[in-house]
């Protein structure tokens, strides 16, 4: 029994030692578990590392050359005048009685212009060839061949808004030399630019320029000759009478005293003929390379051709020249043949600021009629723009015969006028 009692023990003794040996066996791995497992660190910094890494040299990128940044032409800016001319202004009698008021014992022209005076006013320059002698009635009123007009004439034509008169032709010395140089004592009562014809050798050589819009226009006129009157003993500049080269050194001077373009209103050519001479060509051309820009034909008392020609100024700049052979009869009582027909022609004159070079645009021929009809018992005489006056279709005064007759004429003229534009120098 007490044997038993011992096994017993023994067993429970080796049962507890046993557990005992787990436990501990369960706690020795559980460490070296434990040991074999690293920790999770969350961290924004980098682990540290054995040894310093090298830091690498930067990278140098080549620059790029820019490219120019382009410098910007500027819009050219210009000045604008209006050249405005029309052929030559004659009186021959029998204009004269319709324009007489028996009331007041003068003469009136003004209704003359009064079709064509809108379009006259739309000028800066506005110029015509003054073929008549106005003396005054000491001298008589008379028509050709030895022309002397009211001086009521010279109020009409600034009514109609002429301001520059040229009168170097051939009807100058009509009436002799005191008539005219009463004619230019009359001129200068009025705001008329007048070249031509003078008074002394100091008047002939001082230089006319014109200026509008800050545009300045150098002005000459000359003519052919004065009928074979001689020109007054002792006074050689009274007729400006055309000289090739004293020409020539007249525009070289305009230019120099600070003209930017030069106006030639040069009396011309052969009577009735409608086309212009070899002479007449030559000259033109030749005073057009010499820097004329503008030449203002008259005396065939007919419309002729006019042309445009490429050309260069001092400074290199291309230019045009326009040469106007002629412009006929703006007023006279000529009839038949295109002897009534005369044009206004219109020019815009552009100045560019920045170097000071002319450009000659918007040419613009307008032919004019001169209509005479019965009032009373005499003949009146006005001016119309013939285009508009087909157009409008509405003068009482005028027949069909008349309407159908201008028709028929403003073909003719439009082609003569063309004649010589896009073609070579003829």
Same mark, same amino acid.
């Given at each position: 029994?007490?044997?038993?009692r011992s096994?017993?023990r023994?067993?429970?003794?080796?049962?507890?030692l046993?557990l005992?040996?787990a436990g501990?066996l369960i706690i020795?791995?559980a460490t070296?578990?434990?040991?074999?497992v690293k920790?999770?660190?969350?961290?924004?910094?980098?682990?540290?590392?054995?040894?310093?890494s090298?830091t690498?040299?930067?990278t140098v990128?080549?620059?790029? =050359?820019p490219?120019?940044?382009? =410098?910007?032409?500027?819009?050219p800016?210009?000045?604008?005048?209006?050249w405005?001319?029309?052929?030559?202004?004659?009186?021959h009698?029998?204009e004269l009685?319709g324009a007489y008021?028996?009331k007041?014992?003068?003469?009136?022209?003004?209704?003359f212009f009064?079709e064509?005076?809108p379009?006259?006013e739309q000028?800066?320059?506005?110029?015509?060839n003054l073929?008549?002698?106005v003396?005054?009635p000491?001298?008589?009123?008379?028509?050709y061949?030895?022309f002397?007009?009211?001086?009521e004439?010279?109020?009409?034509l600034?009514?109609?808004g002429?301001?520059i008169?040229t009168n170097?032709?051939?009807?100058s010395l009509?009436?002799?030399?005191k008539?005219l140089?009463?004619?230019?004592?009359?001129?200068k009562?009025?705001p008329?630019?007048?070249?031509?014809t003078a008074?002394?050798q100091?008047?002939?050589?001082?230089?006319?320029?014109v200026?509008?819009?800050?545009?300045?226009?150098g &002005?000459?006129?000359y003519t052919?000759?004065t009928?074979g009157?001689?020109l007054?003993k002792? *006074?050689?500049?009274?007729?400006?009478?055309?000289?090739?080269?004293?020409?020539?050194?007249?525009?070289?001077r305009?230019?120099k &005293?600070?003209?930017?373009?030069?106006?030639?209103?040069l009396?011309f050519?052969i009577?009735?003929?409608?086309?212009?001479?070899?002479?007449q060509?030559?000259?033109?051309r030749?005073?057009?390379a010499?820097g004329?820009d503008?030449?203002?034909?008259s005396?065939?008392?007919v419309i002729q051709p006019y042309?445009? &020609?490429? +050309?260069?100024?001092?400074?290199?700049h291309?230019?045009?020249?326009?040469i106007?052979?002629?412009?006929?009869?703006?007023?006279s009582?000529?009839?038949?043949?295109?002897?009534?027909?005369?044009v206004?022609?219109?020019v815009?004159?552009?100045?560019n600021k920045?170097?000071g070079?002319?450009?000659?645009?918007?040419?613009?021929?307008?032919?004019?009629w001169v209509?005479r009809?019965?009032?009373?018992?005499?003949? *009146?005489y006005?001016i119309?723009?013939?285009e508009q006056t087909i157009?409008a279709?509405?003068?009482?005064?005028? +027949?069909?015969?008349?309407?159908?007759s201008?028709?028929?004429t &403003?073909k003719?003229?439009?082609?003569r006028?063309?004649a010589?534009?896009n073609t070579?120098?003829?």
């Amino acid at each position: 029994m007490r044997r038993m009692r011992s096994k017993k023990r023994l067993t429970f003794h080796f049962f507890l030692l046993l557990l005992s040996a787990a436990g501990i066996l369960i706690i020795v791995t559980a460490t070296l578990k434990q040991d074999s497992v690293k920790p999770t660190v969350v961290s924004n910094s980098p682990e540290p590392s054995a040894e310093p890494s090298a830091t690498p040299d930067p990278t140098v990128a080549p620059t790029a =050359t820019p490219e120019p940044t382009p =410098t910007p032409v500027p819009t050219p800016e210009y000045e604008e005048a209006v050249w405005m001319a029309v052929g030559d202004i004659m009186m021959h009698k029998p204009e004269l009685p319709g324009a007489y008021d028996s009331k007041t014992k003068k003469y009136n022209f003004n209704y003359f212009f009064d079709e064509v005076k809108p379009i006259l006013e739309q000028g800066d320059w506005v110029m015509a060839n003054l073929e008549t002698p106005v003396a005054g009635p000491a001298y008589g009123y008379t028509g050709y061949p030895s022309f002397n007009a009211p001086v009521e004439l010279l109020d009409a034509l600034q009514y109609a808004g002429f301001n520059i008169l040229t009168n170097a032709n051939n009807h100058s010395l009509d009436k002799g030399d005191k008539a005219l140089m009463l004619t230019l004592q009359h001129l200068k009562e009025y705001p008329f630019i007048i070249k031509g014809t003078a008074e002394s050798q100091e008047e002939a050589d001082t230089p006319v320029i014109v200026e509008h819009n800050g545009i300045k226009m150098g &002005l000459l006129a000359y003519t052919y000759g004065t009928n074979g009157i001689p020109l007054p003993k002792g *006074k050689p500049y009274a007729v400006s009478l055309i000289d090739e080269q004293k020409m020539i050194n007249d525009i070289h001077r305009l230019k120099k &005293l600070g003209a930017d373009f030069v106006t030639i209103a040069l009396h011309f050519g052969i009577e009735y003929q409608t086309t212009p001479n070899d002479e007449q060509k030559q000259l033109a051309r030749k005073l057009v390379a010499e820097g004329a820009d503008i030449i203002a034909g008259s005396h065939p008392h007919v419309i002729q051709p006019y042309e445009v &020609l490429d +050309t260069t100024d001092a400074s290199g700049h291309e230019r045009h020249g326009l040469i106007i052979y002629s412009m006929g009869n703006f007023i006279s009582a000529q009839r038949g043949d295109t002897k009534d027909y005369g044009v206004i022609y219109k020019v815009t004159v552009r100045k560019n600021k920045s170097d000071g070079s002319i450009e000659l645009s918007d040419i613009e021929a307008t032919p004019t009629w001169v209509h005479r009809y019965l009032s009373g018992s005499y003949y *009146k005489y006005r001016i119309l723009p013939v285009e508009q006056t087909i157009t409008a279709a509405s003068d009482s005064l005028l +027949t069909e015969n008349d309407y159908s007759s201008m028709k028929q004429t &403003l073909k003719v003229l439009r082609n003569r006028l063309r004649a010589m534009l896009n073609t070579d120098s003829q």
